[in-house]
Structures are given as structure tokens and as C-alpha cells.
């Protein structure tokens, strides 16, 4: 049995009188690609939310291998281990595609250097430039977007507008991957290379991926297990294919 | 041969003319070719270019609308003054020099330091009516200090300096702030600086220690608006606190608007002219007319700002930009970028001051029905 | 009995600020942005009735000259300077309005020089009462605030233009798509905020009749701290914040050791409240959407 990644006990916050998420409880172990699935305003991205330090949780608890993190700010679950993309994209927009790797690679312990380093420039301000970049490009390598580096991000189409935001939460190498509808907007044959992507960064970098997606076809494809919201509570949880044909799931989805 | 051409030119630049304007006129002033008004100029010069480039970089690389620059510099002109009249009968001239520039700064940079703070929690137009409202009090405790400490109303009088060297020194200074913003900004620390500007909540989902970044940038910035304030208070020989209105910290703000949001060669140049063109002016235009200028300024900022930013004129603005027009002769290739080419230049997108007030509005979203949002890009 | 004189002086100052307060408020709830030229169309209201006072020589005339230059003037500056920026980043239409705000000035100083004109709109002599002695144009200021301010609540709750001004402060595209002309509605709270400036004016001068360019820049930007201390959009709050405001002032003005830092005390509330609490007394706050 392989250890447990991000585990959340009761799980909840509620926005005034409304409930939102509440009484969630998940365990993504180690490698495992997990989906979080629901119809709109099921609260998938309120979970996302309070995971990764936007929202605090009002009830409840979660723990990233094994440490507790509830009601952390959002840097300090970052530097923890918890990275994240958005489902609205929020790119550095005046950046170059190579350099919002490079903002990812801020924290990495190999890339430290002073402010003061920078301002005098120190040769190691130099070295610390120069890695940052060749690591910010094998990344890029990874989700495809190597020659696309000195484009501005802005300019980017969608579908790499979404793959630039995974290789930026990749940089800041994370323990959990939380992307938030990455196949949104995207045709098949960009949802089948992402699919690729998101396989090759478990299988080759040992990074656990909570995913949220409408797609059901990548979903099922891609995911080992699922967890079901509807209306801030958890319906159904298991493998995909057991989870969604579930007589409650297709009750929550179809309605009656 | 190679490793000559990837020494990135355009980042020197600014240094190099500076470097040889300085040059020039202290030999100038050697010879005996400028006069005593001339050096004033240059001194008034020096002073603005500081003030603007520290300002450019709260506003065009942190994103974030700071009036209070002009009490900034009135904390380095009365602290640094005050050291000044201290030191030097103890001291003499040159080390009274450094050591109340230093302190000038390290008092504005404290000060910077503290108003940093409720940057952390407000932006935009509150941000900014604190930070005016830092510059007001700041000013009414020096215009009701006591006669002994600070001169009070009838303000502080400072040493003179020798006026062949004065000026080299401010240009000095203006070195130094030069090297320091844009070391900073062309850094690491730099990129997490401007995360922030485009998308504060990414750059925090990405690590980025916003109340660090923050914080620093106002230090920095206050520091260097400190040491115009020193140099000021020995370019004039007395510190009035009535020049340090927010009418001021508006002035440096015209500066850094006008030499293009987050542009340093703008800044500089903007800087430049606008004094120059102020004391130009002053022996032209006289009376009723000397608002004129005034009011040429308020068109300029109102045209320009209108211009670059309204969303009517984009493709216009796409179409016809100096950019555009050179591209024309040199056509554009993209391969030939470097990796690290800098884009610092670019304005801001938003600053989403509405963050703690109303949010679901989007700065960016069109209102007119006959533009659609698009999706996406 | 000086305590109730002082409190009452402060309630007239008070209901200026408020006065001024308004203007930011509405515009700042409905178009989303500091409208910094606010203060100074107070003053241009000021010189108008100056020249009305030159000309006609009857006060009644000249104030209505003013109200009726200073909506025209309030819409103009919307419709020139602030709509072509509007989805533009807030930093563009801010130093926008700063510009605003320095053509009023020099413009005002080009045309009537830079010495203070002396405003004299009519001498009302003040009453006494069981020891107390208060100047009739404090109650004037009283009165017609009360008034005024009524009328706005009303206006706002209960007529269609003022529940599309809270539709559009809430949400301006959804209030499009329910048909209301969003700038329409924004010309219109400008026309509003840019009349009370000139009641605003009025009451100043009657305060004390010197007039000058920057007549309305620092009482502008008090205002402003008004509007934010009340909660900002809210309309009692600004009356709220406006009469605390003016109290405070009145208050400090008073004793002697902390009168010449008054500016300063209320600047200092200012960043306390904008710290401790930056949504102001009444105001409400919005989470952003991630």
C-alpha cells in the first residue's frame, strides 16, 4: 500500500449561510491520478480553493503527507508542496512563455540568490540566471511549449495558454498537482496529447494529480479513482468507471 | 567575439549617456562654460530623475499608485538636512555630505518600509490616498516642528556645498538608483516583482512572497526619494515643507506617466524635460501665464494616458505605434530573440484594485454589447 | 455651552464634507473609480457663483448658474476623460482624473489669477439662543443638507433611475443585460455628484469667502477619507463619515496644542480605519472570484 499524499478529514466552508463544500473527506495516495467530478456549482473549485490557501476552511482539516496545512496562506502550500492551476487562466500576461517557468523556479532551494547578490550582481546572480533558464526549458520540453519560450504569454493560444500553466505549477515542484479543467476549451486531439502530458509527469517525475474535469472521456481514461461533488458533498467515490455509472451520479447529472 | 555580442547593449545604455552627460558638463563647468544657473538646472535635473525612476518602480513594476513620494523625499530632505547642519562643523564638508545622504535615505527607506505595509492589504485607489495621506502628515509634522529642531514654518537651513561638484554628485546618485532598480528588476527578484503586477493571485500560487516583494519595492524606492530630498535640501541651502505637497508627488507621478509606465529611459527623459522645460519656461512665462505650462502638463497626461490605455483604440494604437513604424525597416523576426530579451517596458494590464471592494466586476471585461467577450485570449 | 457651539460647527463642516462625500461615493459605487477632478468642481462651482455675483448680483441666480455649470461640467469630464477609459486598467483612469483635477486648477488660475477673490454672498448675521450664539449659515448648511440628503435616499430607493444606479453598482454587465443603459446611468450620477459639489461650494463660501484655484483639493481629498471612513458606495456612510469628519475637525481645531496637526489627525484616522477596517464603517466586502 503506498503512503497517502494530501488526505482531507470533514473538509467544509460555508460563504455567508451557504454551505458550499462540506463533510469531504479524500485520500490520494502516492502516484495516483485522482479526478474530482460534479456537475457546475457542485464546489469542485471551492475544494481546489481551500487546498491550496485561497479560501480557509471553516470545518475540518487536510494534511499533505501527513503534515497538517489547514488555514495556511497560500505561499507557505506552495512552498509545502501543493501547486496548482487555474480554471480561469491566470498567466503572467507582460511575460515571455520561458519566463513564467522561470517565476515557478523562484523558490527552488538550487536557484537561491540574495537581493543583494542581484543588486551587485554577483557572479552568482549569473549562475542562478543561467540555470534557472536551461531548467525552465527542460520543463517547457515536458508540455511541449520549448518553442514557444520568447513568445509573450498573452499571445499564446488557449490550449497553451492551460499547458503553460502546468509547466509553471510544475516548476515549483510539487508533491500534488491540482489542475483545474485543464482540457477545458480544447479540441480532441489537444485533450489526447494532454492526456499524454499529465501521464508522463506522473510516471516520469513521481508527482500525485488531483485533477478536476467535465471531459468524461479523459476522466475516465486517465484517472485511477474519482470522488463525485453535488452540492458540496461528496456522492460517489472510487474508480472511474464504478463511480460513474452509479445510479446517484447519473441522477446528479441527467436530474429527476 | 561571441561572448562581446551577447552583452546586452540596450541595458547599458542608459548608464553610459548618463555616465557622459556627467562627464561633459563637469568639464564644462571646469572651463567655465556653464554658469551658476546652469548647475542649479543640472542638480534640479538629477534630483527629478532620481525621484522618477524610484517612483517608476512602485508604479510601472509592482503595479501599485503611489502619491506619497514627495514625503518620502521631504522625510530625506529635513532628516538629511538636519544631519548635515549636525556634522558638518564637526566633520567637514565631504563626510557631512555622505553620511547625511545616508541617513536621509535610511529614514525614508524605514518610512517606505512602514507605509509598505498597508500596501499588503489595500492597492489601488485606496493605496494610493494612504500613501497621499502618509505624504500630508508627514509634512505637517516638519511645518509645525519647533524652531530648533526642524525651522518650522520658516523652514531648515542646510549647508552649502561647493556648486562645480554638487551636481556631479546628485548625477552620481542618479547612477546609483539606476544601477539598483535595474539590477533588481532585471533579476529574479524582478520577474517575481512584476508576478505580482499581472496576476497577484498566480504569483502567491506560485510561491511568490508577495508581502516581501512589496515590501521591498517601497523600501528601495523610498530609499533613493530620500536621498533627492538630501540632495535637494543642499541644492536650495533651506528645506520649505510647502514643496513637499502632494502637488509634488503628482509631478513625479506626470514624470513617470508621461516617460511611459514602467520605462526607465522614459522616466529619465521625461524627468529631464519636464525641469528643464519648467525652468525654461519659468523666465518666459510669467504672471497668469506661468499656469500655463500647468495646464499644457494636465493635457499632455490626460491625451496620453487616454491614448495608451483606451480599449476603443487598440487596433488603432496596433496599428499606428512607433514600434510598428520601424518594424517597417527592420522587419521583425521572431527567432532572433534572445531568451532573455527584456519586456519590462509594458504597462501593467490591470490592477485589481477592486480586489477588497467589488470583484466580480472585471477591470478588463467590455461593456459595449457590439464587442463580445472573447474566450480566451 | 462653547462644547455645543464647537459640536454644531462641526455638524455644518461636517454635512460639507458629507456633501462632497456623496459625489465620490456614487461615482465610486457605480463607475468603480476615484474621481480625483471631484474637489475641484466644487471650486469651478465657486468662481461661478463669483461671476454670478459680478454680473447679476443676486445670490439666488448666481447658485443656480453654478449648480447648472457645474452637472454640465461633471458630465463633460465623464464623457471626455473617464468613458473612453472605461474597462481600461483602474491605474489609467485614476491618473486620468488626476489630470482632470490639474487642468480644473490651472485652468481656474489662468482665467482669475492666483489671488484669492473675496465672495461675499450674503451677510445672515447669526441668532443667539438661551447662551448659545450660532451663525445662520451653519443652520442653512444644516437645513439644506438634511434635505438634500433625504431626497437622495429617496431618490435612490424608489425611483427606476435609482434602482438601476444599485443594479449597475452591483453588477454592471448583468445590469446591461437586464437593459439599463449603464452609461446612462453613470452620466447621471455624475450630473448628481457634480451638482451637490456645487452646494459644496456654496457652503464653503459662506464659511469663509476667500476663493481661490485650490479651493476644492484638500476639503476633495477629506471627502474622499469621508467616504472611505463611512464605507464606500454607501451612501449613508458617506453622510456618516462626512459629519464625523467634520466633527473631529471642529473638535481639533479647538485645542490649542493638536490644532496646526488637524489635517494630519484626520489623515491618521484615515490609514487607521483603512487598516483595521477597509471596507469603512457601512460598507460591504466582496470576495474575489478564483
Known amino acids: ?256 | 567575439m561571441n561572448k562581446f555580442n551577447s552583452v546586452k547593449w540596450n541595458h547599458y545604455l542608459n548608464y553610459i549617456v548618463v555616465a557622459a552627460v556627467t562627464v561633459i558638463f563637469a568639464i564644462l563647468s571646469l572651463t567655465g562654460f556653464i554658469d551658476s544657473s546652469d548647475k542649479y538646472l543640472l542638480e534640479k535635473i538629477a534630483i527629478a530623475i532620481t525621484l522618477a525612476v524610484s517612483l517608476s518602480m512602485v508604479v510601472g513594476f509592482l503595479g501599485e499608485l503611489s502619491l506619497g513620494h514627495a514625503g518620502f523625499m521631504c522625510i530625506g530632505a529635513y532628516l538629511g538636512g538636519k544631519t548635515a547642519v549636525i556634522l558638518e562643523p564637526m566633520l567637514g564638508e565631504w563626510p557631512a555630505l555622505i553620511v547625511s545622504l545616508l541617513v536621509g535615505g535610511a529614514v525614508a527607506a524605514i518610512f517606505g518600509m512602514i507605509i509598505g505595509l498597508p500596501a499588503l492589504r489595500l492597492r489601488g485607489d485606496y493605496l494610493a490616498i494612504v500613501t497621499l495621506a502618509f505624504g500630508e502628515i508627514v509634512r505637517s509634522i516638519f511645518m509645525n516642528s519647533s524652531k530648533e529642531s526642524f525651522g518650522g514654518s520658516l523652514g531648515l537651513d542646510t549647508p552649502r556645498f561647493n556648486k562645480d561638484i554638487l551636481f556631479v554628485v546628485a548625477f552620481i546618485m542618479v547612477l546609483a538608483t539606476l544601477a539598483v532598480t535595474q539590477n533588481l528588476i532585471r533579476s529574479k527578484h524582478g520577474r517575481a516583482i512584476t508576478a505580482i503586477r499581472d496576476n497577484e493571485i498566480a504569483a502567491r500560487a506560485t510561491g511568490i512572497d508577495v508581502t516581501k516583494y512589496k515590501l521591498l519595492v517601497f523600501t528601495v524606492s523610498s530609499f533613493f526619494a530620500g536621498i533627492a530630498g538630501v540632495l535637494y535640501s543642499y541644492s536650495n541651502f533651506t528645506v520649505q515643507s510647502t514643496k513637499f505637497s502632494y502637488n509634488y508627488s503628482i509631478e513625479i507621478l506626470v514624470m513617470v506617466v508621461l516617460g511611459g509606465m514602467g520605462n526607465i529611459n522614459g522616466a529619465i527623459i521625461a524627468a529631464a524635460l519636464i525641469t528643464f522645460l519648467d525652468v525654461e519656461l519659468q523666465t518666459i512665462l510669467t504672471g497668469n501665464l506661468a499656469v500655463l505650462q500647468d495646464l499644457i502638463y494636465a493635457l499632455i497626461l490626460i491625451v496620453l494616458v487616454i491614448y495608451n490605455n483606451a480599449p476603443a483604440l487598440k487596433n488603432f494604437r496596433e496599428k499606428y505605434n512607433l514600434k510598428a513604424f520601424i518594424r517597417k525597416f527592420k522587419p521583425h523576426n521572431p527567432s532572433k530573440h534572445k531568451d532573455d530579451e527584456a519586456k519590462w517596458d509594458r504597462v501593467p494590464t490591470k490592477i485589481k484594485m477592486d480586489e477588497i471592494l467589488s470583484v466580480d466586476f472585471q477591470a478588463n471585461s467590455p461593456y459595449t454589447p457590439d464587442k463580445p467577450e472573447k474566450e480566451g485570449k | 455651552m462653547e462644547f455645543i457651539e464647537t459640536l454644531i460647527n462641526g455638524l455644518s463642516i461636517g454635512s460639507t464634507y458629507a456633501m462632497i462625500a456623496l459625489g465620490y461615493t456614487m461615482v465610486y459605487g457605480i463607475a468603480k473609480m476615484l474621481n480625483f477632478a471631484h474637489g475641484d468642481v466644487i471650486m469651478v462651482g465657486g468662481y461661478i457663483i463669483y461671476v454670478g455675483l459680478t454680473v447679476s448680483g443676486n445670490p439666488i441666480i448666481s447658485f443656480l448658474a453654478a449648480v447648472l455649470s457645474c452637472i454640465i461640467l461633471g458630465i463633460t469630464i465623464e464623457k471626455v476623460a473617464y468613458r473612453p477609459l472605461r474597462g481600461a486598467s483602474p491605474l489609467a483612469v485614476l491618473i486620468t482624473a488626476i489630470g482632470v483635477s490639474y487642468l480644473l486648477q490651472s485652468s481656474a488660475q489662468m482665467i482669475f489669477g492666483s489671488a484669492p477673490k473675496m465672495v461675499t454672498i450674503a451677510d445672515l448675521g447669526s441668532i443667539s439662543f438661551s447662551g448659545l450664539t450660532i451663525p445662520v449659515y451653519v443652520l442653512v448648511t444644516l437645513a439644506c443638507s438634511v434635505v438634500i440628503m433625504t431626497a437622495l435616499t429617496l431618490f435612490v430607493k424608489y425611483t427606476r433611475t435609482g434602482r438601476a444606479m444599485i443594479a449597475v453598482s452591483e453588477d454592471k454587465g448583468a445590469a446591461q443585460l437586464m437593459g439599463i443603459n449603464v452609461n446612462r446611468i453613470i452620466m447621471i450620477t455624475f450630473a448628481i455628484g457634480s451638482g451637490l459639489a456645487a452646494f459644496a461650494g456654496l457652503f464653503m463660501l459662506m464659511k469663509s469667502p476667500s476663493l481661490s484655484n485650490t479651493l476644492g483639493a484638500m476639503p476633495g481629498i477629506k471627502a474622499f477619507t469621508a467616504a472611505v471612513i463611512g464605507g464606500i458606495g454607501s451612501i449613508p456612510g458617506a453622510m456618516l463619515g462626512g459629519i464625523l469628519m467634520g466633527v473631529v475637525e471642529a473638535i481639533s481645531l479647538k485645542i490649542p496644542v493638536i490644532a496646526p496637526y488637524t489635517d494630519a489627525i484626520e489623515f491618521l484616522i484615515l490609514i487607521i480605519i483603512l487598516l483595521v477596517k477597509p471596507t469603512g464603517i457601512l460598507g460591504k466586502k466582496r470576495r474575489e472570484k478564483v
Open chain 1, 1 to 256: 500500500m503506498s503512503k497517502v499524499v494530501l488526505k482531507t478529514e470533514n473538509l467544509g466552508i460555508s460563504f455567508g449561510g451557504l454551505k458550499a463544500v462540506q463533510n469531504l473527506n479524500i485520500e490520494i495516495k502516492e502516484r495516483q491520478l485522482y479526478g474530482l467530478v460534479g456537475p457546475n456549482g457542485a464546489g469542485k473549485t471551492t475544494v481546489f480553493n481551500m487546498i491550496t490557501g485561497v479560501y480557509k476552511p471553516t470545518t475540518g482539516r487536510f494534511w499533505l503527507d501527513g503534515e497538517d496545512l489547514t488555514g495556511k496562506g497560500q505561499e507557505t502550500i506552495n512552498h509545502k508542496g501543493i501547486a496548482r492551476t487555474f480554471q480561469n487562466i491566470r498567466l503572467f500576461n507582460n511575460m515571455t512563455v520561458i519566463r513564467n517557468v522561470m517565476v515557478g523556479l523562484h523558490n527552488q532551494p538550487e536557484f537561491k540568490c540574495g537581493v543583494f547578490t542581484s543588486i551587485f550582481r554577483l557572479p552568482k546572480h549569473f549562475k542562478t540566471e543561467r540555470a534557472m533558464r536551461d531548467r525552465a526549458k527542460e520543463i517547457l520540453d515536458i508540455v511541449g511549449l520549448l518553442d514557444e519560450r520568447n513568445n509573450l504569454s498573452c499571445n499564446l493560444p488557449y490550449g497553451k495558454q492551460r499547458k503553460l500553466e502546468i509547466a509553471r505549477a510544475l516548476a515549483t515542484n510539487p508533491k500534488l498537482l491540482c489542475l483545474d479543467e485543464p482540457a477545458a476549451g480544447m479540441n480532441p486531439h489537444e485533450t489526447e496529447d494532454l492526456m499524454k502530458i499529465v501521464r508522463r509527469i506522473r510516471d516520469e517525475y513521481n508527482i500525485t494529480i488531483l485533477l478536476i474535469e467535465h471531459d468524461m472521456k479523459f476522466v475516465s481514461g486517465l484517472c485511477d479513482e474519482i470522488t463525485v461533488l453535488n452540492f458540496g458533498t461528496s456522492l460517489v467515490q472510487g474508480p472511474p468507471e464504478v463511480a460513474l455509472s452509479d445510479p446517484e451520479v447519473i441522477k446528479a447529472y441527467i436530474g429527476g
